[in-house]
Structure formats: structure tokens, C-alpha cells
């Protein structure tokens, strides 16, 4: 039976009826509308649905909505403060980080957990962070750069 | 030729900030107003009839709005890859939309629409379906033996295709060889792993013509074969072209089962329909079809070829779909066009068996066979002591000389010693130790492949239309809006074709929208395949914006009383050569074209000429002239740890003629994404089948594992070799393809210089490193 629960997503406190089964993911998709996260497999394998839950990369196809309640959750479509792009964004849009671009949202979203727990890491460090992420089409290293790009020198 | 402003310049995607904040532009994304949810019921059994499909329980489900079975649907034998018409009669056609046989596991059985995806899987689970069970053959080498299990009515042996080429005279040519190397090798089944699922919408109006959307490769190829399938007029089937595709690869070339069915379900229930598959269905709808290769090689004391003999067995799976042709590419470029060598003779088997369909995959055939030949190459080298450079040298085409495949165009371009040479001296060739010289535990090795000739497309093999097309058309701001049919899947076609536009326009990069596409309002388009997007595209690109120029110069010659030779559009303006600050800007050229009294000089009121009245336009629907082949040697450092077997891929040197490069960094990402799929190919992925069910034991990404970022090799070099081409768009040719073709074999090469073990069969995992080495 549906619930009516309460997530703050992006800053803002969103009421959704949900399923007991149904995933954060399903939520933010299906319910909200923000499609900036991506279905890419729904069993944890792709990393293309990654969102930040306190802070941290979780793949929202793992989470379910309810166990998302009373947590901050920041998706792609809140990481752009007063119309700026983050500078992991920029990052990615400067060093040629996106190809088809359907693992990027989730890639971002990734780095951008990681930097905020190691703000200066080690190419290698970073190749560790983005581990989680599948990505096809750029072998991974535009999107190693623009990480590192992104983060404070070390 | 004057220097360019935009090609060849490192410029940013023009889709990038989008998709950095969320993309919407997706398939997967399309939603329509009362849309349905429809999933498919799949068969659990590999070979079976289906004797009776009973909906009932399923149709009163609450939600569910219909079901679909083989007795609603044409039974129309189809062929799901798009090729012209003249080629298409020639394809097998042996596929349904859905049929009372069943031939891999997974093939669907029956469909169902509901309002939720939810009420939809829960149907699938009241449709009763009886099967008969028949015998399964999922070895090619077994299928073919009398007594096997029979597949399809019109294959004896299951072999769907024997195609055979020769030249010169074998026989002799082995006996003018000093030495004969006979190998086999085999390359195992392997998934495109597109991230975006295949999805579609299909919308029927009231009088049942469709509207498609469907994250296609083709949107034309998927017009008319959703038409044949259906048995109606292509007129009647509308494609839509999604603004980007989460990858493809290949892997979404033809037409899937997903698309016909949402069109039946949607004609049915006069509501949208949309399915999206799961990951799992993703892994059993199309792959790289496995080969097994006999290959044997004729040669002197001093590397010449004499004579080379390929035998080549593809499991094509329960259908032909690719089979065919892939196997055809395999053979010519794979072997007889490969080197330079007089006695050749190649046969190919495409044999059915009851494991999944096969499909296209960026390098189409050349994978398989660069994987064997390349390996070989080395094996010869080892033997007759020669520098692995020095025989692929002797043996290779030249500048100039007629193009091997079809002598009516020449190898206008072609620098392939070049590109030995500069990697070589890039990866430290000359350094390379001598095979398992190495002391210690980790051991590291060097080693190299080609794949000398390629393509730019498909003039002449297979004849598949190689048309492109373009509509480019002018705003009064000074903006251009261009529109093609091809997709761009990722690898950056928008932003190379709208440098393309803008360079010829002589406008800036961002002056150049590329905007709405759909099968009914621009001209055709060949796939987005066969590395020729940016050659052929590229070409009708230039020649629309050509077009538009023109009818610029028209009215700007008359505005700035000149004649239109001696003008030019610099930034958006239009003025004489040599003096930018006299003209007029390229939008109130549209102006002045678009409207009857302007006031445009500073003399007074000009009128237009009624000959110059009208949007300003440029079109171009053409074919290429040629097939200029790119050239490929790529280079890669390995370090494999001889007590787990592990292989590292450390370092990646790719040398690349691919004509002029229009934007560096979109050309680094195609060798650098290939490279991820060709280590994935070469050390760790594998569609892994049970043998008695047929169930994919591989279909998610936590069992089919591709290169994380940890796996692959930090350092990647592109040396970029930029020949003039002179048939292509700025002199550009092509380089999607081979970037996936040459690392197999180069690491297999590699591994064997580290450790001194050959493995002639992909993937080169661990235990077979230990096997190699007496561990196991």
C-alpha cells in the first residue's frame, strides 16, 4: 500500500506516495520528474542513477524511497546554485568528459561525493573513487582529468 | 587551401552543458499523454514450439489493456538490418515478430500492454503457455554435424551462408613459402553494453499510421523495416530522431522485437505504447558474434607472404540478423585485403545455433579476424626471428596505389609506415626486450597491432546506400539551423558536423544549431555506423552549407555592388576579401532575402529581386566518391604477475591516420573509449551461457564485467598521422571502428613478449596466463 512520505530533495521538502518496494530512483523519475538521474541497470551495477544521500554517492536504484526519509538528497538537477554550474560540471564540460553523456549525470554525482571527502587527491585515488561509475564511451580519462581538474590542488 | 578557423580546432561539445545538467534529450525519456507500459513474455527454453498461449487470467487483470500472441501478429519472415533494397532480396529473412517457435532462450513468446509496468509484469505471470520441448545445439562445431537439432526448415546443417573468395593460385603460393604457420583461434561472445537501454514509444492514430520513437542508430533503417515486418507502406511509419542515444556501439542498429510489438500493442489499444527493456534483456538482444578461425599462412625467410588460407566459423545464434554480412566484412577486410599477399583464399560459415542473435559492434567482423591474423603475424616473427614492424611493412598497401577492394578509387591517402614508425618510437620499440627476458614475479612486455586498412563508410561493401543527406537553413540573427538524419550515439557528430557547417558558412561554432530530424523531413541517411558519419555526413554537410553560401553571395554581391568572387563571410559577416570591415552581416543578407522592402545600403530603399526572394537554404542529399581508408598500428605495454595471472594494461600508444582531424578532443575520445572495449575485449568480457537451459549466467553488470576506471591503462597517446584526404569534408576520413579493432591482439601480442605465453583464445584471463605458465 502507497505511504505518503516526505524527502527533501535538492533543498526543498517533496510529499510522494510510495510503494514499500519502490526505489529512490523510481521516485525521482517516475514521480518528480527529475530525470537528470539515470536508469542504466537497476540492480547496482552501473552507477548511472548515483545521487548524493548525506553527502554521500548512493545508487539510487539500491535505495528505497522510504529509507530516504529524514536525509539530505542532492541529484544533478540541484547542483547548479543561482543558474552556476558546479565546477565538477564545468570541469566535465572543459575536459571532452562527455560522450553520450548517459553515465554522466551519475559520474558527476560520484566525483563530486568523492572531492567532498578528498578535495586533493591522486589521479589513482580518483580512478578509485569513480569505480563504482560504468562508462562506455570515454575510457575514463577526460573524466579523470576533469576530476581532477575539479579538485583543490594537492 | 586557407587556414581554418574551427576545423581542427579543440572545441567543446555542443551538447555538453546539457548533458552535465541532466540531459533530457534521451528515448528514454519520452512520455506521451495515456501512454501504456507494455513488457514481453519470454520463452525459458532455447528450441521449443509453442502449442497453445492461454491470455485469459491475464486479460482480466486490472490495468491491463491487451496481450499479444503469435496469432495476432503478421507472420511476415524478416530480416532486422537495415540495406538497400537491391541487397535487402538477398538477406536471410528468417525472423517474426513473434512465432509458434522458439529458438533462443529469452526470444519472446507473447506481449502485454497495461496502464502500469507493474500491472504489466504481473500479467506476464498468468499467460499459460505450453511448450514442446525440442533438442538444442549451442556449439556451431556440433550444430553443423549430421544428426544435430534442425534450426530453421531452410538451413541444412544450420549454415545459413557459405560464402567463399579466392585469388591466385594456393596451392603454389605454400609451396613458395619457406614456412607454414597454421593456428586456430577462437573469440568468444561479447556485448556492445550501450549504457542507455533499447527503448521505444510507439504511437498509432486513428487511422493506424505510427509515429516512432526508439532509441535507434537508424532512424531510416527502422522505418522501413518496421514497415516490411508490419506489411505496410513505409509512408505510413513515421521515425522520429532522438536528440542523443545513451550509446550504441552497434548494438542498436536494427530493428529489436520491442518495436513492431509496441506498434501492434499500440494499434491495438488506439494508446501509446512503451517498452524499455531490462539490463538483462539488454545483454540477450544483440552481441559480437563468436568465430572460430582456421588460419594458415605461407611465408619467406624473409617475411614475404606467399599464400594465406582462413577458414572462419561465426555462430550466428537463432537468426541470421548479421551474420551474413558481418562475416563478409570479416573476410575482406579481415584477411584478403589486410596485406599485400597473391594467393589467397578465404571461406566463411555463418551457422545457426540456439544461443542469442548477434548484431553489429563498432569493427563489425574485424575484431574477430585482426585478433588472429595480428596474433599470427607475431608467432611468425618469433619463429623466423623478424621485427614485428619490419613484416607488417614488407607486406603492406601504399600511398596511390588502387584501393585493394575496389580498384576505381585509389588509396589516395595512406600513411601506415608513418604511423608504425611514430608509435614505435613513442612506446620505445626499439627498447623492447626479447620475450620473458624479464626476471622477477612482474613481468612486462610490449606488443603491437594493426588494422591497415579500414573504411570511411560503405561505398561498395556492402552497398547499403551510402547517402547522406543535409537541410541547413538561415535566421535572421545571423544563426544557422541544420538538420541530418544520422545519430549522433555519442561520438560527437553534432558538434563535428556543425563545424563542418560553420567553417563553410563562415560563421562561429555556435552559430550552428543542429535541430529536429524525423524520417519524413530530411533526406536519407545510411546508419550511424561503419566509422563514416563524419566522412559522408560531413560531405553533404559541407555541400549544403556550400549551397546556402551561394545564395548569400547572390544577394551580398548585389547589397555591396560587388561581384560574388570576391566575397567571403568572416564571423558572420559577409564582405570583399581582404577588407572585413566593408559588408554586411550574414543575417541581414536572410533580412534582405526574407522580406520585400528593406532598407539595406546606405543610399537609400533596395528591393529585392523576386529570383532572391525566400528562406535562405542549403540541401544536399550525395554520395561519396570514395572509401578512403584510414590507417591504424597502436602499440601497448603490459605488465602480467605471473603467480595470479593477472594482466595490467599500463601504457597505450595509438597511431592513426584518419585524414585532417575536425575536433582533437572528440578524436582522442573515440581511441580512448575504444580503448576501454578493447580491454574489456582482450582480458575480461564474455557472454557466459548455461549449456542446457541457455539462460545468460552474464546479464547484469555485477556478472559481466567491463573495464572500470582501474583497469584501464593511466597513459593513453593518440598520435594522430593528419593526411590531406582529398575526396573528404577539410580532408577528414574516419577512426571510430578501429579503435576497438587492434587492442585484442596487441595486448594477446604483449602478454606473449612479457611471459612468453600465447593465448589464441579471447579473453585472456588469469587461468589461462597460469595455464601457460605450468601453474595450473
Known amino acids: ?154 | 587551401m586557407s587556414e581554418m578557423k574551427i576545423v581542427g580546432k579543440r572545441v567543446l561539445r555542443s551538447d555538453a552543458y546539457d548533458k552535465v545538467t541532466g540531459g533530457r534529450g534521451y528515448p528514454v525519456n519520452v512520455r506521451l499523454p495515456g501512454m501504456l507500459h507494455a513488457k514481453l513474455l519470454r520463452s525459458p527454453y532455447p528450441h521449443a514450439r509453442v502449442l497453445h498461449i492461454d491470455t485469459s487470467k491475464a486479460e482480466k487483470l486490472a490495468g491491463v489493456k491487451a496481450v499479444l500472441t503469435p496469432a495476432e501478429v503478421p507472420q511476415i519472415k524478416f530480416h532486422p538490418v537495415f540495406f538497400s533494397p537491391s541487397l535487402a532480396a538477398s538477406m536471410i529473412r528468417d525472423m517474426l515478430i513473434l512465432s509458434d517457435t522458439v529458438r533462443f532462450a529469452g526470444q519472446p513468446v507473447a506481449a502485454v500492454a497495461a496502464v502500469q509496468p507493474e500491472a504489466a509484469e504481473e500479467a506476464l505471470k498468468l499467460i499459460h503457455v505450453e511448450y514442446e520441448r525440442l533438442p538444442a545445439v549451442f556449439d556451431p562445431d556440433q550444430a553443423v554435424q549430421s544428426g544435430a537439432p534442425r534450426i530453421h526448415e531452410h538451413a541444412e546443417s544450420n549454415v545459413a551462408m557459405h560464402p567463399s573468395f579466392s585469388f591466385g593460385d594456393l596451392e603454389r603460393g605454400f609451396e613458395e613459402a619457406d614456412y607454414v604457420f597454421e593456428n586456430t583461434y577462437q573469440t568468444q561472445r561479447v556485448h556492445t553494453c550501450y549504457l542507455e537501454p533499447r527503448v521505444c514509444v510507439v504511437e498509432s492514430d486513428s487511422q493506424g499510421n505510427l509515429t516512432v520513437w526508439s532509441s535507434t542508430q537508424h532512424i531510416f533503417g527502422l522505418r522501413e523495416k518496421l514497415a516490411f515486418a508490419l506489411g505496410l507502406p513505409i509512408s505510413t511509419v513515421k521515425v522520429v530522431k532522438p536528440p542523443y542515444i545513451g550509446g550504441g556501439f552497434g548494438g542498436k542498429l536494427d530493428m529489436g522485437y520491442i518495436e513492431p510489438i509496441c506498434a501492434l500493442l499500440s494499434r491495438k489499444t488506439g494508446r501509446p505504447v512503451r517498452i524499455e527493456q531490462t539490463r538483462y534483456e539488454d545483454f540477450i538482444t544483440t552481441a559480437r558474434n563468436p568465430i572460430k578461425i582456421h588460419l594458415k599462412t605461407g611465408v619467406k625467410k624473409d617475411g614475404t607472404f606467399t599464400a594465406r588460407y582462413a577458414k572462419s566459423i561465426l555462430d550466428t545464434g537463432a537468426h541470421a540478423t548479421h551474420g551474413a554480412v558481418v562475416l563478409m566484412v570479416h573476410g575482406f577486410y579481415g584477411f584478403l585485403l589486410r596485406y599485400r599477399c597473391p594467393n589467397q583464399k578465404w571461406e566463411g560459415y555463418t551457422v545457426y545455433t540456439n544461443n542469442m542473435i548477434g548484431g553489429g559492434f563498432r569493427g563489425y567482423g574485424a575484431p574477430q579476424a585482426a585478433f588472429a591474423v595480428e596474433s599470427q603475424i607475431d608467432e611468425i616473427c618469433e619463429e623466423l626471428e623478424l621485427d614485428p614492424i619490419e613484416l607488417r611493412l614488407k607486406n603492406a598497401h601504399s600511398e596511390g596505389q588502387p584501393h585493394p577492394f575496389d580498384p576505381s578509387f585509389n588509396l589516395s591517402t595512406y600513411r601506415f609506415e608513418e604511423c608504425l614508425k611514430k608509435g614505435a618510437e613513442a612506446i620505445g620499440w626499439a627498447d623492447r626486450p626479447s620475450a620473458n627476458s624479464m626476471g622477477g614475479t612482474r613481468k612486462r612486455g610490449i606488443g603491437l597491432a594493426c588494422q591497415p586498412l579500414w573504411v570511411s563508410g560503405c561505398i561498395g561493401f556492402p552497398d547499403i546506400y551510402e547517402h547522406s543527406g543535409a537541410i541547413i537553413k538561415l535566421n535572421v540573427d545571423g544563426t544557422a539551423d541544420l538538420s541530418v538524419a544520422t545519430v549522433d550515439m555519442g561520438c560527437g557528430q553534432n558538434t563535428v558536423l556543425a563545424q563542418i557547417a560553420a567553417e563553410e558558412l563562415g560563421v562561429p561554432l555556435e552559430a550552428v544549431r543542429i535541430t529536429y530530424a524525423d524520417t519524413e523531413t530530411v533526406p536519407f541517411d545510411a546508419p550511424s555506423h561503419a566509422s563514416r558519419v563524419t566522412y559522408s555526413a560531413g560531405l553533404a554537410v559541407q555541400a549544403a552549407a556550400g549551397a546556402a553560401k551561394k545564395r548569400v553571395f547572390d544577394i551580398a554581391g548585389r547589397l555591396l555592388n560587388t561581384s560574388v568572387e570576391k566575397l567571403e563571410i568572416t564571423n558572420g559577416r559577409v564582405h570583399i576579401e581582404g577588407s572585413a570591415e566593408k559588408g554586411v552581416s550574414l543575417g541581414d543578407v536572410v533580412k534582405q532575402a526574407e522580406s520585400p522592402y528593406v532598407v539595406m545600403v546606405p543610399d537609400g530603399t533596395q528591393r529585392t529581386r523576386l529570383s532572391e526572394k525566400g528562406t535562405i537554404m542549403g540541401m544536399a542529399s550525395l554520395a561519396p566518391t570514395s572509401n578512403p581508408s584510414p590507417a591504424t598500428a597502436e602499440f601497448v605495454e603490459v605488465e602480467v604477475d605471473t603467480e595470479t595471472g593477472e594482466v595490467k594494461v599500463l601504457r597505450v600508444v595509438f597511431a592513426h591516420d584518419i585524414g585532417r582531424v575536425i575536433n582533437p578532443p572528440g578524436a582522442e575520445g573515440q581511441v580512448e573509449g575504444g580503448t576501454q572495449q578493447g580491454v574489456g575485449y582482450a582480458l575480461m568480457e564474455n557472454l557466459v551461457f548455461d549449456q542446457t537451459s541457455g539462460a545468460c549466467l552474464t546479464g547484469d553488470f555485477l556478472d559481466y564485467k567491463i573495464p572500470t576506471a582501474l583497469e584501464m591503462p593511466p597513459e593513453i597517446k593518440c598520435i594522430f598521422i593528419e593526411s590531406n584526404e582529398p575526396t573528404g569534408p577539410f580532408g577528414a576520413k574516419s577512426l571510430a571502428e578501429p579503435c576497438l579493432i587492434v587492442p585484442a591482439p596487441a595486448i594477446a601480442n604483449a602478454v606473449y613478449n612479457a611471459v612468453g605465453v600465447r593465448v589464441r583464445d579471447l579473453p585472456i584471463t588469469p587461468e589461462k596466463i597460469l595455464a601457460g605458465l605450468g601453474k595450473l
Open chain 1, 1 to 154: 500500500m502507497k505511504q505518503r512520505i516526505n524527502l527533501t530533495i535538492n533543498e526543498e521538502l517533496q510529499e510522494v506516495f510510495v510503494e514499500p518496494h519502490q526505489t529512490l530512483l523510481h521516485v525521482l523519475r517516475e514521480e518528480l520528474g527529475l530525470i537528470g538521474t539515470k536508469k542504466g541497470c537497476d540492480t547496482g551495477g552501473c552507477g548511472c542513477c548515483t545521487v548524493l544521500l548525506d553527502d554521500r554517492a548512493v545508487y539510487a536504484c539500491m535505495v528505497f524511497a522510504l529509507s530516504a526519509q529524514g536525509k539530505k538528497i542532492i541529484t544533478i538537477e540541484g547542483l547548479r546554485e543561482n543558474g552556476k554550474l558546479d565546477p565538477v560540471q564545468e570541469a566535465f564540460i572543459e575536459a571532452g568528459a562527455v560522450q553520450c553523456g548517459y553515465c554522466t549525470c551519475g559520474m558527476i554525482m560520484a566525483a563530486k561525493a568523492f572531492l567532498l571527502h578528498n578535495p586533493a587527491p591522486s589521479d589513482q585515488e580518483i580512478r578509485a573513487g569513480i569505480a563504482g561509475n560504468l562508462c562506455r564511451c570515454t575510457g575514463y580519462h577526460k573524466i579523470v582529468e576533469a576530476v581532477r581538474a575539479a579538485s583543490r590542488p594537492g
